[in-house]
C-alpha cells in the first residue's frame, strides 16, 4: 500500500533572499490557477489566483506566473520571513467546480 | 474577515462507527466542498454540493459518504462506517461564484483518527 509520510520537495531558503516554487499542472483545460499556503494544523491559506488568460499578476510580495505552454505555474515571495515557513499547493480548476491540488513544497525559512 | 467554521477539530472514532463533521460556510456563499488530506499528502476532492444536491463527487465518495445541508447554515459530511484508512484532516470550503477571485475559502479542519 501507499505509505503515508512526508515525501514532498523541500525548498530551503536564507531569510530575506527571494524564494520560487513551481508547480506543473496536468489538465490543459484548467481556467484558473490558485496558490495555498497551509501551516501546520491548519486548512489551507489562499494566497494569490491567476485566471488562464493572463500569465503573470503580482500580490503584496508575491508574484505568480502562468506557462501554458508547458503547464506550469511559479510563486515567488520576495524577500521571505520566517513567517513564509509552510506547504506550499498550487490547484487548479477543472470543468465544473473542484479545485485539484498539487503535491506540495514544503518551503522552510532559515534565519 | 468572514471564515468557514469547522467542528470538531478533533474526532476519534472507533473503526465501524458513524461520523459527522460539521461545518459553518460563508453566510452567503453559494458552492459548498469537501476535501480531505491524509497525514503528509496532498489535499483530496471529495464532493461539491450547490442548490441543495451534489454536483460532483470523487471515487472516494463511495455509499459510506453522504452530506446534507440540514438548515440554511450547516454543512455537514456523514461517515456511516468509519474505516482506519479514513482517518485525515477533513476540509470544507465553500465559494462565492460572483466574488473577485472566485472566492474559495477553507475551514480549519477536522482531524479524523479512527482506531
Known amino acids: 500500500g501507499e505509505s503515508v509520510g512526508l515525501h514532498l520537495p523541500t525548498l530551503s531558503v536564507q531569510e530575506g533572499d527571494n524564494s520560487i516554487i513551481n508547480c506543473a499542472y496536468s489538465?490543459?483545460?484548467?481556467?484558473?490557477f490558485i496558490w495555498y499556503k497551509q501551516e501546520s494544523g491548519k486548512g489551507p491559506q489562499f494566497i494569490i489566483d491567476i485566471r488562464s488568460n493572463m500569465d503573470k499578476r503580482q500580490g503584496q510580495r508575491v508574484t505568480v506566473l502562468l506557462n501554458k505552454t508547458v503547464k506550469h505555474l511559479s510563486l515567488q515571495i520576495a524577500a521571505t520571513q520566517p513567517g513564509d515557513s509552510a506547504v506550499y499547493f498550487c490547484a487548479e480548476r477543472r470543468y465544473g467546480n473542484k479545485l485539484v491540488f498539487g503535491a506540495g513544497t514544503i518551503l522552510r525559512v532559515k534565519s | 474577515e468572514p471564515e468557514v467554521t469547522q467542528t470538531p477539530s478533533h474526532q476519534v472514532t472507533q473503526m465501524g462507527q458513524e461520523v459527522i463533521l460539521r461545518c459553518v460556510p460563508i453566510?452567503?456563499?453559494?458552492?459548498f466542498y469537501w476535501y480531505r488530506q491524509i497525514l503528509g499528502q496532498k489535499v483530496e476532492f471529495l464532493v461539491s454540493f450547490y442548490n441543495n444536491e451534489i454536483s460532483e463527487k470523487s471515487e472516494i465518495f463511495d455509499d459510506q459518504f453522504s452530506v446534507e445541508r440540514p438548515d440554511g447554515s450547516n454543512f455537514t459530511l456523514k461517515i456511516r462506517s468509519t474505516k482506519l484508512e479514513d482517518s485525515a484532516m477533513y476540509f470544507c470550503?465553500?465559494?462565492?461564484?460572483?466574488?473577485?477571485?472566485?472566492?474559495?475559502?477553507f475551514g480549519s479542519g477536522t482531524r479524523l483518527t479512527v482506531v
Open positions: 470550503a465553500s465559494r462565492d461564484p460572483k466574488g473577485a477571485s472566485y472566492g474559495y475559502t
Open positions: 453566510s452567503n456563499h453559494l458552492y
Open positions: 489538465n490543459s483545460a484548467s481556467d484558473y
